[in-house]
């Protein structure tokens, strides 16, 4: 039987605030942070909405990083090293003992973004009534040495991780992965493999990412992973909803052996499937209290989702996306926390303006929906098809079959 993996603590930085509290209050209010799109270089009459972090929010972040390495980091790598710091101090490892042996999984999205918008940003400023003066480009380039000395290092996939490292000052196993649903499960994987092999003691997963750049929006709407109708509302498994709403910002999670921590209840990783069809994807054969699934935004897509859903016979079903909108780097993350939060509380959100449900399912609308929660099945789905299910279990025993 191999070892309980649980959730220690989780952290987050999110458009519906700094922190798991504010996720969980707009979870519970049914209240989306998806505001008008604010971009200081570009602008749409398409894509007119996304999840944005606000500006307090950053700030905050900042605080949890030194001035010396922000120099290296986009604002994401601080979103991320301030979700780590908030995850860390739930799991009483804030002020880590030195027998902790840590592993650091890290999913970064967006990170080519900084050169675009940099070089955007210069193009911008050689601009001749209202062409490009390629020459005067050039020049700003290689002889002003104008670009941020800092470029190349922001630009790295593995920012997150190095930054990330160096903050916390962690030695010891680590990795860095894609974004998506992918990356995501990559790294729970990973991480959980390394705790049951006695390899690790704690480990942080984190993702970290933002699709604010023009470039990047434009390849999601050829995607169609988000709308390009002028929507500034994101309706998952509702008649009315047109299609997606991109957003951003960083969500991480602490784990542990089970057996490492004080007796209580805990909510624990039980099982991960993963498949590149939706319809082949292995679900539980016992039918689960609650089904977190963050669905599409459009209609149609999620009433091909719901055959799916169906299959997993739940009790309640519920969707966090409409909260934050598509977030590239945590998507998973994201919907663990939601669970573990709807486990802890023995209680499960609405789905954000859900209104006229696609298919005749136990969406849960309005207001919260107090329930004896013990299982937990979180479904998640990338734009290419790509599925992957993880089984959360709440339960005060110290050991439990994780296969």
Known sequence: MKQAVAIAGAGCVLPSGWGVEPFWAAA??????????????????????????QDQDHQRSRQDLAQN???????AVIWGVSAVRQALEEAGLADEPPDVRFGLYCCQGGYTHPS???????????????????????????????????????????????????ALKLVGE??????????????????????QAGRIDAAIVVGAGSELDALALSGLVQAGVISANGSNTLLPFDLRGTGGIAGEGAAALVLRRREDLPAGPQACLADMTAHATLG??????????????????DAHKDRVLCQTLALARASH?????????????APSLVDLMLA?????????????????PVANLPFIQGAPHAASLAHCLVL???????????????SAKATQDCR
């Open 28 to 53: 519970t209010e049914g209240r989306s942070a998806i505001t008008a799109l604010n971009a200081r270089r570009f602008s749409s009459e398409r894509v007119v909405a996304f999840g944005q972090i």
């Open 69 to 75: 390495l922000q120099r290296y980091c986009t604002p």
């Open 116 to 166: 675009l918008e940099s070089y955007a940003e210069l193009l911008l400023g050689c601009r001749q009534d209202g062409v490009a003066d390629m020459a005067a480009f050039a020049k700003r380039i290689l002889q002003d040495r104008a670009q941020d000395p800092f470029l190349v290092l922001k630009g790295l996939s593995n920012c997150l991780l190095g930054v990330t490292s160096l």
């Open 174 to 195: 680590c990795n860095a992965y894609m974004q998506g649903v992918a990356g995501n499960l990559a790294a729970l994987r990973e991480a959980t493999a390394a705790l």
């Open 280 to 297: 082949r994807l292995s679900l539980p054969d016992s039918p689960t209290d609650v089904l977190v699934c963050s669905g599409t935004g």
């Open 317 to 329: 079903i519920t969707s966090g996306l409409a909260i934050n909108g598509i977030l590239s780097a």
């Open 340 to 356: 573990r939060c709807a486990l802890q509380a023995q209680s499960v959100p609405p789905i954000a303006g859900l209104q006229q």
């Open 380 to 394: 998640n789905l990338d734009d290419n098809g790509f599925s992957a299910a993880y089984q959360v279990l709440y």
